[in-house]
């Protein structure tokens, strides 16, 4: 465990969806801020950024479970950025995808 991240941006910051789950399942807010993210907002900065460093394909799964918990797609970080920004920094769109998913469908749930 790490002497900086929450245990929840542990998670994320490793790209453990099971670890995130558990955390989330037992009580974690999954709009938690912590050192100027939320953490929807790093999950994709992180599923973002690993591919540029490691070549490997861009992986989703942090935002799903993020979302599939409640995490609001439109919320921005203490920086302004917005989950949707930050996915198209990164030309994520797998993210943007999903993304834009949640965000119509809370749009229709709210009419």
Do not use: C
Not at 5 to 32: C, I, K, M, N
Not at 62 to 79: M, Q, S
Not at 81 to 109: F, N, V, W
């Amino acid at each position: 465990m790490s002497d900086y991240w929450t245990p929840a941006h542990q998670a994320v910051e490793q790209e453990d969806a099971e670890a995130l789950a558990r955390l989330l399942a037992a009580g974690s807010e999954p709009d938690e801020v912590f050192s100027n993210m939320t953490l929807l907002t790093h999950a994709i900065d992180v599923e973002g950024d690993g591919p540029l460093q490691s070549g490997q394909p861009l992986t989703v799964h942090t935002t799903a479970v993020l979302l599939a918990f409640g995490a609001d797609p439109e919320l921005a970080d203490p920086d302004g950025r917005t989950p949707m920004d930050m996915a198209r920094q990164y030309g994520h769109d797998l993210a943007m995808k999903l993304l834009q998913a949640h965000i119509s469908r809370r749009a229709a749930d709210n009419r």
